[in-house]
Nanobody, 125 residues
């Protein structure tokens, strides 16, 4: 079993930056994928970014490519999402998630086994 705890959300003006953290409790394996998803009010869950724990390969949604960076710190068992040039449309609850096998698409939330409670990100115009 894994427990995921997100932190780092808040209120920021458009053009600003935030760094989200996802602390993972429990043993992780090189086969895991870690992802960030977001959900805005009245909308479905949307893929943001993912990283393979073992290889470090990274994946991004087109809407955040070039602005967001996902990374992981194996020693700290923590995954980060650096968000720059934030826009009002980035406003959402951001969730961290873990996929134990990482065999299927990293973009599909249905393949993830563990989820954090989420952290609110609000970008004002």
């Amino acid at each position: 079993q894994l427990q995921l705890v997100e932190s780092g959300g808040g209120l920021v003006q458009a053009g600003g930056s935030l760094r989200l953290s996802c602390e993972v409790s429990g043993r992780t394996f090189s086969t895991y994928c870690m992802g960030w998803f977001r959900q805005a009010p009245g909308k479905g869950r949307e893929f943001v970014a993912a990283v393979r724990w073992g290889s470090g390969s990274r994946y991004y949604a087109d809407s955040v490519q070039g602005r967001f960076t996902i990374s992981r710190d194996n020693a700290k068992n923590t995954v980060y999402l650096q968000m720059n040039s934030l826009k009002p449309e980035d406003t959402a609850v951001y969730h961290c998630a873990a996929d134990r096998s990482c065999i299927d698409s990293v973009y599909d939330s249905r393949h993830y086994d563990y989820w954090g409670q989420g952290t609110q990100v609000t970008v004002s115009s």
